[in-house]
C-alpha cells in the first residue's frame, strides 16, 4: 500500500501528536496511577474536593442543574468526586440551598447524583457537615448550636451552648446520615471537621473552651469527632471507606497546628478514619479556605507532608493546585497521597481528560480569583471568571451553527477572544482586529503586578482555542469603519472595551507629572519619581499603589468615598489591605481632587480644601466606555453586537461572558 502526499502529512502529524502524548503521560505518570482507599479503587489521583455551589432548591432536593453541574465534572476524568457538604440537621444548614441528607426523602435526589458521577467513570463521595455556631439564626430559625458560649467571629449571632445529650443527638445524626449516603449509593463519605464548622469548633481551643469532657485537653476536645467516626464506623462496617477533613492551621490564636492535628489523627486513624484531607482556615480565616492569588501555589502542600509522615492512611492535600504538572511533583516528592482540584475543576471540568491525552495548552486554569466564593455571597449559586458555563451547564452546550456567517470582532481583549473562539468553534469564519501587537486587553495591563500573572493563563488558552478553530488575528491594526465593510461581514461584535477616566481635564494635566494608571502597568511612563500620589482607591487604585510601593516608592492613595477596595471579594481585600497597611502606603479618604497645579494636589476632604505637594501622580479614577465605531457601524446598516467594557466597564468575568453567549448565539 502506498501513500500520497496529504496522506504522508497526515500520518506524521497523528505520529507526533501520539508521540506527544506518550511523553506528557509519562511525565504525568503518577498523576494517573490507579490508587485504592480502603478497597475502593480510583482510576487516578485526582480529586475533586466538596465545594458549595448552592444549586439545589430553597428546600435542599436536587435540580436538573445539580445534576448537570456533577455529570459534567465526572465525564472530565477525575478519579473522584465528593459532593458538596451535605448538612446532617436542619440547624446545621448555612444556606437554605445547601444540600441536605438529614431527612429520607433527600434520598432519591442524592441518588441520582451518585449515579451521574458514576455514569462518568468517577467514584462518588459525600461529605456529611452540620455548621454549628457558623450559620444564622435567620438561615435556621432558633440560635445557632456551638460547643461554648462563644459567637462566630464573622456572623456574630448569639449561640446555644451544647448539652451531652445534645451532642450525643447530633452524633446519631451524623450516623443516620452516613446511611442514606450509602443508600443513595455513594462510595466513600466523608465527615467535615475543618473550616470551623461544628467538628472543628470542638476540636479547636480557638472555638471549645468547655470543661467537661468534652473540653480541655487534645484527647477531650478530639472526642466528639471521634464519637462521630466511631457511631459511622459501627453502622457502615469495618470495609465501607470513611474520610476526615480537618483544618491543619487555624491561623488564629489558641487555634489548631499541625502538631496538634498529628495527635488528633493519630488519634481518629485507630478510630476508624481510612483517609484524610488537610485542609486550612478557620471562620476567621477564611483566606486559607480558598486561597486567593496572592498566595502561592500549592501553599497547604508542607502541611499534608508533616502529617504523611505521620500517619498510616493516605493522605489527600489541597491549596491552589491549579495544574498537572504541579499535582504530579506534589505526588513524585511523596508529600501526599491524591491531591484535590477544587476550583481547577470549576474552571475546566475536562483538565484530567486534556493532561491525560497530553493536550496542556487547552486547559483553562482556575485564577484564584474567587469569583466563585463571591458569586455565592452575592448571586447565592456557584459562577467561574473564566469558565461560563459553570452553574449553566446544560443551558450552554455548544451546537454547531445553522448556518455559516462571516464574523467581523473589533478587539482582542477577553470579551473578543471569546466571542471569537467560541464563534468558530460552532462553524463560523472569523476575523479579529486588534489595535495593539497583542491580544489580551486590559488583562495584559492587570497582570503586571507579581501576585496577578495567572492572569496571563486566560491570555494563553485564548491563544490556544484561536489557534485550533483558525480564527484569523490582524494584530497592531485598528480597525477603521472602511476596513469592516470590505469585510463584507454578516455580524460586527464591537469589544473594544474602556478608556481611562480622568477626574480633570487632560490641559491641566502636565504628562510629565500626571499618568493614567494604564501609563505606568504598560510602561508608557517617564521615569516615576520616589514620593507618588494614586487618585483612586478601588480595586485598580489600590494594584498600581501596591506595585509601585513594591517597587520602593513612597505611594499615597486618595479616594473620595469613605474605604478603599470596596471591589475586591472578601478574602483579596483581607489581604490587599494588610499589604498596603505593611508596605506603609498612606491612605486618605473621603478626599476629592479639585485641581493639580504645578506641583500641588489639591483636594476637598471633610468640608475642608488642602494641597499636597507631589512630583508624579497616577490617576486610576476608573475608566469609560469606547465604543466610537458603534453608531457609524449602524448608521452603515450592519448587526452589529457590542460586548464587554465597551458597554459598561466591569470585570473579566463580565466580559467573558458575553462573548461566550454572542458566540453561541449567532
Not at 503586578?449 to 491594526?477: A, M, T, W
Not at 520602593?552 to 470596596?566: A, N, R
Not at 497597611?581 to 473621603?590: A, H, M, Q
Not at 469606547?626 to 463580565?654: F, H, N, Q, T, W
Amino acid at each position: 500500500m502506498t501513500f500520497g502526499k496529504k496522506e504522508c502529512t497526515s500520518i506524521l502529524i497523528l505520529n507526533i501528536l501520539s508521540l506527544n502524548q506518550l511523553w506528557v503521560y509519562a511525565m504525568l505518570s503518577r498523576l494517573f496511577s490507579p490508587f485504592s482507599i480502603r478497597g475502593l479503587k480510583l482510576k487516578n489521583r485526582i480529586v475533586m474536593p466538596p465545594m458549595g455551589v448552592f444549586l439545589v432548591d430553597e428546600e435542599g432536593f436536587v435540580t436538573d442543574d445539580t445534576l448537570a453541574y456533577y455529570r459534567r465534572r465526572a465525564r472530565g476524568g477525575a478519579g473522584m468526586i465528593m459532593v458538596e457538604a451535605s448538612a446532617v440537621a436542619p440547624e446545621g444548614i448555612v444556606s437554605h440551598h445547601q444540600m441536605r441528607i438529614y431527612d429520607d426523602a433527600y434520598i432519591p435526589g442524592l441518588r441520582r447524583i451518585a449515579e451521574v458521577i458514576k455514569e462518568g467513570g468517577a467514584r462518588a463521595a459525600i461529605q456529611i457537615h452540620h455548621a454549628g455556631r457558623q450559620t444564622s439564626s435567620r438561615v435556621i430559625g432558633r440560635p445557632p448550636l456551638a460547643p461554648s458560649p462563644l459567637k462566630c467571629p464573622t456572623i456574630r449571632g448569639e449561640v446555644e451552648v451544647l448539652t451531652t445529650e445534645a451532642i450525643a443527638r447530633i452524633v446519631k445524626q451524623f450516623g443516620d446520615a452516613a446511611e442514606r449516603a450509602v443508600e443513595a449509593g455513594f462510595e466513600m463519605v466523608e465527615i467535615h471537621g475543618a473550616h470551623g464548622y461544628l467538628i472543628n469548633q470542638f476540636l479547636s481551643r480557638f472555638s471549645n473552651i468547655r470543661e467537661d469532657e468534652y473540653g480541655g485537653p487534645t484527647e477531650n476536645r478530639a472526642r466528639f469527632a471521634l464519637e462521630v467516626v466511631q457511631e459511622i464506623r459501627r453502622r457502615l462496617g469495618p470495609h465501607f471507606p470513611i474520610s476526615f477533613k480537618i483544618s491543619a492551621q487555624e491561623f488564629v490564636p489558641e487555634g489548631l497546628t499541625v502538631e496538634e492535628c498529628i495527635r488528633i489523627l493519630q488519634l481518629l486513624e485507630e478510630t476508624g478514619i481510612d483517609v484524610v484531607q488537610v485542609s486550612a482556615g478557620t471562620d476567621a480565616t477564611p483566606e486559607w479556605i480558598s486561597q486567593p492569588m496572592f498566595m502561592k501555589r500549592g501553599c497547604l502542600v508542607e502541611s499534608a507532608s508533616q502529617i504523611k509522615r505521620a500517619l498510616h492512611i493516605p493522605v489527600i492535600c489541597v491549596g491552589r493546585i491549579n495544574g498537572p504538572m504541579l499535582a504530579e511533583q506534589i505526588l513524585r516528592e511523596g508529600k501526599a497521597d491524591l491531591v484535590c482540584m477544587g476550583r481547577a475543576l470549576l474552571a475546566d471540568p475536562d483538565l484530567p481528560n486534556k493532561a491525560k491525552e497530553g493536550r496542556l495548552h487547552e486547559i483553562r486554569r482556575c485564577v484564584a480569583c474567587n469569583t466563585c466564593i463571591n458569586s455565592i455571597f452575592k448571586k447565592g449559586r456557584v459562577e467561574c471568571l473564566v469558565n461560563p458555563e459553570v452553574s449553566r451547564e446544560s443551558a450552554m452546550q455548544l451546537q454547531p451553527a445553522k448556518r455559516t456567517k462571516r464574523v467581523v470582532v473589533i478587539g482582542g481583549g477577553p470579551a473578543g477572544c471569546e466571542a471569537a473562539w467560541v464563534a468558530a468553534s460552532r462553524g463560523h469564519r472569523v476575523k479579529v482586529y486588534e489595535s495593539h501587537f497583542e491580544l489580551g486587553g486590559q488583562i495584559l495591563l492587570g497582570a503586571v503586578p507579581s501576585h496577578k500573572k495567572d492572569l496571563l493563563n486566560i491570555v494563553r488558552f485564548h491563544h490556544h482555542q484561536l489557534q485550533k478553530y483558525h480564527v484569523e488575528c490582524l494584530l497592531g491594526r485598528k480597525a477603521t469603519l472602511e476596513d469592516i465593510l470590505k469585510e463584507n461581514p454578516d455580524i460586527v461584535i464591537l469589544a473594544t472595551g474602556a478608556r481611562p477616566h480622568l477626574p480633570l481635564p487632560e490641559k491641566v494635566l502636565p504628562a510629565s507629572k500626571a499618568v493614567t494608571f494604564s501609563a505606568v502597568l504598560n510602561g508608557d511612563s517617564p521615569s516615576v519619581p520616589q514620593e507618588v500620589a494614586v487618585v483612586g482607591g478601588g480595586a485598580i487604585g489600590c494594584e498600581v499603589a501596591l506595585y509601585l510601593a513594591e517597587n520602593g516608592h513612597t505611594v499615597t492613595i486618595f479616594e473620595m468615598t469613605d474605604s478603599i477596595g470596596t471591589q475586591f471579594e472578601a478574602m483579596t481585600k483581607k489581604i490587599v489591605l494588610q499589604k498596603i497597611r505593611d508596605l506603609g502606603i498612606r491612605v486618605l479618604t473621603n478626599a476629592r481632587i479639585t485641581g493639580f497645579r504645578g506641583n500641588d494636589l489639591q483636594f476637598e476632604q471633610n468640608g475642608s480644601f488642602h494641597a499636597r505637594t507631589f512630583p508624579f501622580v497616577v490617576f486610576a479614577t476608573g475608566t469609560i466606555p469606547d465604543d466610537r465605531l458603534y453608531g457609524p457601524l449602524k448608521a452603515r446598516g450592519l448587526e452589529v453586537a457590542r460586548i464587554g467594557d465597551c458597554v459598561k466597564p466591569r470585570s473579566i468575568k463580565e466580559a467573558i461572558y458575553e462573548g461566550a453567549m454572542i458566540g453561541r448565539s449567532i
